[in-house]
């Protein structure tokens, strides 16, 4: 199975302030068709995960432009250019090049 | 807006067979991959495996073959059945949409079901 490690496990942030938030894979999740299949999920208190990025990049529909994803290969980056109250929760990512899917372990964003 | 209804039984003892169902309201059912997704405190998110529209599924090896995913095209539709349950499989049970050909993402999400495997 690919194994996703996400850092940090917990993330005071300032509201206003960027935050970023790093998962590294065990094996590339770079498809030969030139995408990287990665999602970003967030779970906010009480709430089922809502899909923020997928394919490494690409905002789902609705998602605010403060949010951003980046990498390849086994190196990705989920960035909140000003984070908002609202962003509080559980950010999570997960691989979906090989069954089956998984997911890193989480890491909680909180206000400070 | 596609929604994600789901119902079955929350409090099951060792041993037990774990059904649940997910029914898909304002969207099509074909063309997608319909996914069970668990979580729990020990394991974090857990993919079950999927159903794809046309009915051939994938599971985790990790439920050694206890799982069962099926589903009914007509009333847009999907089950999960796993057999002899155990403590370990305590978790919140989501069903979830897949859209596996585009790989654009898990989405939408149920709210999920408590199950809970006690002695």
């Known amino acids: 199975d690919v194994v996703m490690t996400q850092s940090p496990l917990s993330l005071p942030v300032t509201p206003g302030e960027p935050a970023s938030i790093s998962c590294r894979s065990s094996?590339?999740?770079?498809?030969?068709?030139?995408?990287?299949?990665v999602d970003w999920y967030l779970q906010k208190p009480g709430q089922a995960p809502q899909l923020l990025i997928f394919l490494s990049s690409t905002r789902a529909s609705g998602v605010p432009e403060r949010f951003s994803g980046s990498g390849s290969g086994t190196d990705f980056t989920l960035k909140i250019r000003r984070v908002e109250a609202e962003d509080v929760g559980v950010y999570y990512c997960?691989?979906?090049?090989?069954?089956?899917?998984?997911f890193g372990g989480g890491t909680k964003v909180e206000i400070k | 807006q596609v929604q994600l209804q789901q119902w079955g039984a929350g409090l099951l003892k060792t041993s037990e067979t774990l059904s649940l169902t997910c029914a898909v309201f304002g969207g099509s059912f074909s063309g997608y991959y319909w996914t069970w997704i668990r979580q729990s405190p020990g394991k974090g998110l857990e993919w079950i495996g999927e159903?794809?529209?046309?009915?051939?599924?994938k599971y985790n090896p990790s439920l050694e073959n206890r799982g069962t995913i099926s589903m009914d095209r007509s009333k847009q539709q999907f089950t999960l059945k796993m057999t002899s349950v155990t403590a370990a499989d305590t978790a919140i049970y989501y069903c979830?949409?897949?859209?596996?050909?585009?790989?654009?993402?898990?989405?939408?999400w149920s709210r999920g079901t408590l199950v809970t495997v006690s002695s």
């Open positions: 159903i794809s529209h046309t009915g051939s599924t």
């Open positions: 979830v949409r897949s859209n596996a050909a585009a790989a654009s993402g898990l989405d939408p």
């Open positions: 094996q590339s999740l770079l498809h030969k068709n030139g995408y990287n299949y």
């Open positions: 997960m691989q979906s090049l090989q069954p089956p899917l998984t």
